[in-house]
């Protein structure tokens, strides 16, 4: 098997495992997480070359703090890098899978860069919020949240995060893997999740709704059905999005991926495989 892992410059250092030969897929995680945890997706996909980038402010990349770094941490400049990244590594087109943040980042590569896209899976993706009083709201909800990261240190904010009602869930997945995913989380740059909430969460990342009919990429919205606020937003985004259709997988919440791994490997599998039947 090709396999690479390395820091890449693109203008900042970010962390890129790159595995494998045929039709490229670029994996992103979602917040607090890693390219690590991206693992069984990735493994489920031989027969791909499989990208899985530490997102900035993520895992082993880069967590810039000084003055003016907020910028690289907005979602505009997290697309760019993607690009660069695929620059570099020689891939024209690729598809994208993303889950949660990964998602929205995902979405926003599709439409801000379409001739390097070629099919999404976006597993709880968001298009940013359309309510501009509940976008500020959102923002300040993630600045105190930032603010909290910062203050407490990264133990008690994943404690924190672990036990929010979203992931409640995950408890099917067992000790072992929560313990396995509380570590991957633990290694976290508190400064740099701080960052990404302020830089691109859903309330300071462009909102992407009046984009959605222009999207050419074709696009599975995914969420698990027990994740109702998802299943909704992603059948909303599915209906606004002509190149689209939304799935919802049984017994399973926000992290379909992994509490469902078997049923999202395939039907992530079965919809990147319909790209051989396309036309150039």
């Given at each position: ?14 962390f890129?495992?790159?595995e494998?030969e045929g039709?490229a897929?670029?994996?992103l ?5 890693s ?12 027969g791909?070359?499989r ?14 703090t ?12 997290c697309?760019?890098d ?5 620059d ?33 899976v ?5 298009a ?5 009083s ?13 603010d909290?990261?910062?203050e407490?240190?990264?133990?008690a ?11 409640a ?16 989380r ?5 400064r740099g999740?701080?960052?990404?909430l302020?830089?691109?969460g859903?309330?300071?990342q ?6 959605l009919?222009?999207?050419r ?5 995914v969420?698990?059905?027990e994740?109702e ?9 599915a209906?606004r999005t ?13 992290a379909a991926?992994?509490?469902a ?14 790209a ?5």
């Amino acid at each position: 098997m090709n396999a690479r892992s390395a820091p890449m410059d693109v203008g900042r250092k970010l962390f890129v495992r790159s595995e494998g030969e045929g039709p490229a897929v670029l994996l992103l995680h979602g917040f607090t997480g890693s390219s690590e945890g991206l693992g069984g997706i990735a493994d489920a996909l031989e027969g791909h070359q499989r990208i899985r980038v530490d997102l900035i402010g993520h895992g082993e990349s880069e967590s810039p703090t000084g003055p003016g770094s907020l910028r690289a941490y907005r979602m505009e400049s997290c697309a760019a890098d993607l690009v660069r990244v695929l620059d570099a590594q020689g891939i024209e087109r690729t598809h994208v899978v993303g889950y949660s943040m990964g998602a929205r980042v995902g979405l926003a590569l599709a439409i801000w860069a379409p001739e390097r896209v070629g099919r999404c899976v976006l597993l709880g993706a968001r298009a940013g919020i359309e309510d501009p009083s509940a976008r500020v709201a959102r923002v300040r909800a993630d600045e105190a949240l930032a603010d909290r990261i910062e203050e407490g240190g990264i133990e008690a904010f994943v404690d924190h995060w672990m036990a929010l009602p979203i992931f409640a869930s995950q408890a099917r997945l067992g000790e072992a893997a929560l313990e396995a995913a509380r570590a991957e989380r633990l290694r976290g740059n508190p400064r740099g999740l701080a960052h990404s909430l302020r830089g691109m969460g859903a309330g300071a990342q462009p909102p992407l709704f009046d984009d959605l009919p222009s999207l050419r990429a074709p696009t599975l919205f995914v969420a698990g059905a027990e994740d109702e606020a998802f299943c909704e937003a992603g059948r909303d985004l599915a209906a606004r999005t002509p190149a689209a259709r939304f799935l919802a997988i049984p017994e399973a919440g926000h992290a379909a991926h992994l509490e469902a791994s078997d049923e999202f490997n395939r039907i992530t599998r079965s919809f990147l495989s319909e790209a051989m039947k396309e036309k150039p």
